[in-house]
């Protein structure tokens, strides 16, 4: 009853079964945890992404729809879009002229590559029609919140990955 053989050795069915079990149950590292963990840390944020988001979105576009009216709530969607692409654009160019600065430098452009990340980030929030989105995406175009946020994930994640402040 051999099923399959690993390197010159015969392992019968029960040993694949009982080392595939094993490395389904790792115990939880350092690193982060197994590969189960992460999935299920994946699967709740894309939850959240895809579907408590744009419920809350939608509330919150019918509340202030009643409050000043469909023209009104229109075209402040519109309106922040149009202003949010403009912060982007300002702030994408001073932050790409800060990475080649600090190339031209010598040095690695870590935080400015952070706070770039960080603006295009704020950039397909605020194109994203919605209230929620527009207060975080304009929340991540504030220097000192990106600044907050990068210190924040890597004391974070200084133990889990290489990290260069």
Do not use: K
Request: glycine share 8%.
């Amino acid at each position: 009853m051999f099923c399959c053989q690993l390197v010159g050795e015969r392992v019968n069915r029960r040993e694949v079964s009982r080392l595939h079990a094993a490395s389904l149950r790792r115990p939880v590292d350092q690193a982060g945890g197994t590969g189960i963990l992460v999935t299920m840390r994946v699967r709740t944020i894309l939850l959240i992404a895809f579907l408590v988001v744009p419920v809350v979105e939608i509330a919150l576009f019918f509340w202030v729809g009643q409050m000043i009216g469909f023209w009104p709530t229109l075209a402040i969607v519109v309106a922040t879009a149009f202003l949010g692409s403009t912060l982007v654009a300002h702030q994408g160019r001073e932050t790409w002229l800060r990475v080649r600065l600090d190339m031209a430098e010598g040095t690695v452009p870590t935080r400015s590559l952070a706070h770039a990340a960080m603006i295009l980030v704020a950039g397909a929030l605020l194109l994203t029609p919605g209230f929620l989105t527009d207060v975080v995406g304009f929340a991540l175009l504030v220097p000192r919140v990106r600044e907050a946020l990068r210190t924040w994930v890597v004391r974070r994640y200084r133990d889990r990955w290489i990290v260069v402040p």
